[in-house]
Each structure stands twice: as C-alpha cells, then as structure tokens.
C-alpha cells in the first residue's frame, strides 16, 4: 500500500523567513503533485513534477522531486501571510492509465506577521 | 472560481433519505473523480470514471452510488447514509493524461443527521 508522508504537520513561521515542507513516500512513481487548500476551500494546483530531478517555483514556493530517494520538497522562501494554507503532496501511480492520486498528510502552514 | 462546479454547496440530510450530488465540468476532460475529505485530513479517493465508465472504485459502500450520464456531469447518488460519512465531498477532473493536475471543485459540505 502506497504511504505519503509529509512533514511537519504544522508549521508556524514568521514572515520574512525561510521554509521547506518534506514530501515521502513509499512506491515508485515519477508523477508528483502540490496542491494548496485555504480552510473550506477546494484544492489549487501548484505544481506538477513529472521527473527526477524536475524543478519549479512559481513566486516564493519552489517545488523540487528526486525520484531515487522518494522525496520531494516545496520550499517557502521570505514568507508572507497570503501563503497561510494546508499544503499537500499527492503521488500518482497509474493504474491501467487511470490516475489514482494518493495525497499526503497535510502541512498547516501559517504565517505571522 | 474553479471550473469544476459541484452543487449544492451544503447539504444536510437524515439517515433515511435520498439524496444526489453533482459535479460538472466543461473543459473537455475525460476522466472525472470523487472524492471524501474529513476535517483536518487529505482527500480520499471514492471514485473514478474515465470516458463514462467507472474505472476505480475503492471499495466504497454501496450506499454511495455514482452516475457518469455523459463525459461533462458527474453524479453521486446518496441513499441510507451514516453520521461518519459527513464530510467535505470533492469532484475533480482531468485530461486523460498523466501529465496534468486534477482540477478539483469547491466542494459539498454534507452533514448526516
């Protein structure tokens, strides 16, 4: 059975700092996505990472994915309070052609001015 | 505003009564998702339809029924519902490929009474 872990579950930091969220998980799969979710909202699409060793940043946020280790990173850098929000990794493993997205736990992140 | 339109956005329903979901989605994509997502938890797959037929079904009870009537609506039929299965319900869709994000939709917050 496919685990995605991420780590740490919550994250509380100050804004103007630096940050990165970790993203295990236990099967092969070269397809890993980050989705950002504001509280009784729907989940925003960050970033598709479809590689090893694929990179992406959109504003502050830099995804990153090495497949050999199983990890990937979404690094926050010079935080602002927009930025508050659960983020999650979700893994795919195809599945006769059919995407079956296993999300991880879940990081809180949230932003002090 | 996403582009995946769930209605209603509420529901509140007793144990012995029907009821339906829907979902829609007009940017052509073939392959449409349910998901269940409780409070402070990552979404969990219910369902998947590629082309109009159900092609995962993740052991979901049977009191949850989905309907795929053409490859723009989803439904998912309600009926004899527990007080565990109030949740957030998410549908979401995406190009039959493995190389694009899932667009999700805001959402049906039911609650079982």
Same mark, same amino acid.
């Not at chain 1, 893994?91 to 999300?103: I, P, Q, R, S, Y």
């Given at each position: 059975?496919?685990?995605v872990?991420?780590?740490?579950?919550?994250?509380?930091? +100050?804004?103007?700092?630096?940050?990165?969220?970790?993203?295990?998980?236990? @099967? %092969?799969?070269?397809?890993?996505y980050?989705?950002?979710?504001?509280?009784?909202?729907?989940?925003?699409?960050? !970033?598709?990472? /479809?590689s090893?060793?694929?990179?992406? +940043?959109?504003?502050? /946020?830099?995804?990153?994915?090495? @497949?050999?280790?199983?990890?990937? &990173?979404?690094?926050? @850098?010079?935080?602002?309070?927009?930025?508050?929000? &659960?983020?999650?990794?979700?893994?795919?493993?195809?599945? !006769?052609?059919?995407?079956?997205?296993? !999300?991880?736990?879940? %990081?809180?992140?949230?932003?002090?001015? | 505003?996403?582009?995946?339109?769930?209605?209603?956005?509420?529901?509140?329903?007793?144990?012995?009564? $029907?009821?339906?979901?829907?979902?829609?989605?007009?940017?052509?994509?073939? *392959?449409?998702?349910w998901?269940?997502?409780?409070? $402070?938890?990552?979404?969990?797959?219910?369902f998947?339809?590629?082309?109009?037929?159900?092609?995962?079904?993740?052991?979901?009870?049977s009191?949850?029924?989905p309907?795929?009537?053409?490859?723009?609506?989803?439904?998912?039929?309600?009926? *004899?519902?527990?007080?565990? =299965?109030? *949740?957030?319900y998410?549908?979401?869709?995406?190009?039959?490929?493995?190389?694009?994000?899932?667009?999700?939709? =805001?959402?049906?917050?039911?609650?079982?009474?």
């Open positions: 059975e496919l685990k872990e991420q780590n740490p579950l919550f994250l509380s930091m +100050q804004e103007g700092k630096n940050y990165t969220i970790y993203c295990n998980y236990s @099967t %092969t799969s070269d397809r890993l980050w989705y950002r979710q504001d509280p009784g909202k729907s989940l925003e699409s960050l !970033f598709v990472l /479809l090893n060793g694929a990179v992406k +940043q959109e504003g502050r /946020l830099m995804a990153s994915l090495d @497949t050999k280790a199983r990890l990937s &990173t979404l690094h926050i @850098t010079a935080a602002v309070h927009d930025l508050s929000a &659960t983020y999650f990794c979700a893994v795919d493993v195809a599945n !006769f052609g059919n995407e079956k997205l296993t !999300f991880g736990t879940g %990081t809180r992140l949230t932003i002090i001015p | 505003d996403t582009e995946v339109t769930q209605t209603p956005k509420h529901l509140v329903m007793g144990m012995t009564n $029907k009821k339906s979901l829907k979902c829609e989605q007009h940017m052509g994509h073939r *392959a449409m998702y998901y269940k997502q409780k409070a $402070k938890k990552p979404p969990e797959l219910m998947v339809y590629s082309y109009e037929k159900l092609s995962i079904n993740e052991s979901v009870p009191r949850f029924s309907e795929c009537p053409n490859s723009s609506l989803l439904n998912l039929h309600l009926h *004899a519902l527990q007080p565990e =299965d109030s *949740a957030l998410l549908c979401a869709s995406s190009l039959l490929s493995l190389r694009q994000p899932q667009h999700f939709g =805001d959402g049906t917050r039911l609650s079982i009474l």
